[in-house]
């Protein structure tokens, strides 16, 4: 399953650290099981302030512009794929933030 999650973060970072991927997996657990819960809707600003709260707030202690910053970044790098991964997405928000090693 991981692998799955692996190779489309690799559409938009080649070098994706596979540990930190997995750990992202593990962090979301049970959301990832139901379509609706496993993707981010980046046009939905509530959806946004979802993935800024729970996400860059409780998880990566990154708040404010710095987290609206990487999230705009990571859709803007996502807009293409009308499917964006939940995985990806918060794989692509903390390497944006320099958060990865402390995942």
Known sequence: MTTDY???VKKYDAGADE???QKIVRHLGIALR???S???SASDPSELARVKEKWCEKKLSVGGDAADKAIEATAKAMA???????VTFYYLVAK???KLDSL
């Open 80 to 86: 293409g794929d009308r499917s964006k991964s939940r």
């Open 96 to 98: 944006e933030l320099g």
């Open 38 to 40: 496993s993707l981010v």
């Open 6 to 8: 692996l190779a489309d």
């Open 34 to 36: 139901n379509r609706d």
């Open 19 to 21: 540990a930190a991927v």
